[in-house]
């Protein structure tokens, strides 16, 4: 059984930065993207930041300009570099791989984003 595990959420203040990350348990073949999502208290998940085999990356317009995501096939590892955080971007966020057969899922982070 393949496991996401993500780590590197906590509180931070408005204006600073985390970076999260995620590692596979095993190896997962024929990945197609990973990518990061988001869940504040109260709403839906919602997709954040994804980047394909070929490296193309994608972004919510609510984080283009201050979130950059990074992963290493090989590794089975995503990142996600968070600057300029704002309270909104206040959620748990998850780590997400797909394959050509399924989707995997991380058990979440939290990410706070107070004063």
């Known amino acids: 059984q393949v496991q996401l595990v993500e780590s590197g959420g906590g509180l931070v203040q408005p204006g600073g930065s985390l970076r999260l990350s995620c590692a596979a348990s095993r190896s997962i073949f024929s990945i197609n993207a990973m990518g990061w999502y988001r869940q504040a208290p109260g709403k839906e998940r919602e997709l954040v930041a994804t980047i394909s085999t070929g490296s193309s990356t994608s972004y919510a317009d609510a984080v283009k300009g201050r979130f950059t995501i990074s992963g290493d096939n090989a590794k089975n590892t995503v990142y996600l570099q968070m600057s300029g955080l704002k309270p909104e971007d206040t959620a748990v966020y998850y780590c997400?791989?797909?394959?050509?057969?399924?989707?995997?899922w991380g058990q979440g982070t939290q990410v706070t984003v107070s004063s």
């Open positions: 997400n791989v797909e394959n050509r057969w399924r989707d995997y």
